[in-house]
């Protein structure tokens, strides 16, 4: 009897026919569009190809750029900087000696 109370509609069935894809011949597309030569694009997407070319997103090459390429030298800079004073105060002050004979003298008393 409860089967006949919920009455529970069928999934409906999708005809999806996939396409073929041919990424080398999308991206001869998109690189005849970005030089202003006659391609099979929309106007759409050759807008988003200028747009992105605009925008620095692709470089000249037409693969796209590293973002973090300079923050990332910056920081590697900083660190390397930063080890190399250590290094300096390390090995070539009285510094880290004094406190080594500071604390020795303090841990005696």
């Known amino acids: 009897m409860g089967i006949f109370m919920f009455h529970r509609p069928e999934m409906p069935k999708f005809n999806y026919i996939p396409r073929y894809y041919n990424p080398e011949k999308e991206e ?5 569009a970005a030089l202003g030569l006659d391609s099979d694009l929309t106007d759409s997407e050759k807008l988003r190809v200028q747009m ?3 925008w620095g997103r ?17 920081r590697y800079a900083i660190i390397f900087g930063f080890a190399a004073i250590m290094i300096y105060f390390i090995f070539f002050t009285p510094l880290v000696e004094n406190f080594i004979t ?4 303090l841990g005696g008393k």
């Open 28 to 32: 001869l597309e998109k690189r005849k």
């Open 52 to 54: 992105r070319q605009r």
């Open 58 to 74: 692709i470089g000249d090459d037409g693969r796209a750029k590293q973002k973090g390429s300079s923050t990332s030298m910056l």
């Open 102 to 105: 500071m604390f020795l003298h």
